[in-house]
């Protein structure tokens, strides 16, 4: 009787290891699309500066932590930035893609977290709302003290004329933190939701992919 206790199910380990790298393959797939969808951008000229540009590649991230877990969507996020490091380099000394990874993260992680522990579509929704805005909201200190020390150090481009690119869209967007907080901090918020809306529009039909399902 202890004997048969104490003796563990000689399925349960290769089962377990066969879970583990299907989530392993899902997440190196969908930090590929990630990464291929971090070269698929446009500026919004009207609304924001057109050196900041919308891209929807923080949706891999998202679906990621929904099917996978909230660690996946971390390590999705993170994947993307050294794949566009490694392959196309960096001009900012890795500040760009750090920043890129801190929000992405910050988004799915938040998303993936809510709704691992109250799993529901419902939770998921209020998880994915959740998330973007802390994204936007920490776009703020990150672009502040991050990205654009970075872009005036290693772009050689003056915070003057930075500003001058923001004050072309509104003349009273007279110092860096004014913007952020008017054009920065939005613009991440919508480009949030718009990854909230395109991950509930896909991530049923992708839903056999994402869990391993026929």
């Known amino acids: ?25 899902v997440a190196a797939m969908l930090s590929a699309v990630a990464f291929v969808l971090m070269f698929i951008e446009f500026p919004i000229p009207a609304l924001i ?20 877990g909230p660690g996946y969507g971390i390590a999705i996020s ?9 392959i196309k380099g960096t001009s900012t000394a890795c500040a760009g893609e750090l ?31 959740l998330g973007a805005a802390v994204m936007a909201l920490i776009s703020v200190p990150v672009n502040f003290f991050v990205t654009y020390p970075a872009y005036v150090k290693f772009y050689g481009m003056p915070l003057d ?15 860096l933190l004014k913007c952020l907080l008017i054009f920065n901090l939005p613009f991440t918020l919508i480009k949030g939701l718009a990854d909230v809306a395109l991950c ?11 869990h391993g399902k026929k």
Not at 78 to 86: A, C, E, G, Q, R
Not at 105 to 119: D, E, I, Q, V
Not at 200 to 210: C, E, Q, T
């Open 49 to 68: 500066p057109p050196f900041i540009k919308m891209d929807f590649s923080d949706l891999p991230a998202l679906l990621g932590a929904f099917a996978l």
């Open 200 to 210: 509930f529009l896909v991530y049923k039909p992708l839903s056999p992919i994402l």
């Open 161 to 175: 004329a930075i500003l001058g690119m923001y004050q072309a869209i509104l003349p009273s967007a007279d110092t």
């Open 99 to 129: 920043c890129n990874f801190l929000l992405g993260a910050a988004f799915a992680f938040t998303a993936g977290l809510l709704y691992r522990k109250h799993k529901s579509r419902k939770a998921a929704l209020i998880g994915a709302f």
């Open 78 to 86: 993170f994947m993307k930035n050294l794949l566009h490091i490694v």
């Open 1 to 25: 009787m202890q004997e048969n206790t104490n003796r563990s199910n000689p399925t349960a380990r290769p089962m377990r290891r066969r879970t583990g790298t299907r989530e392993m393959i």
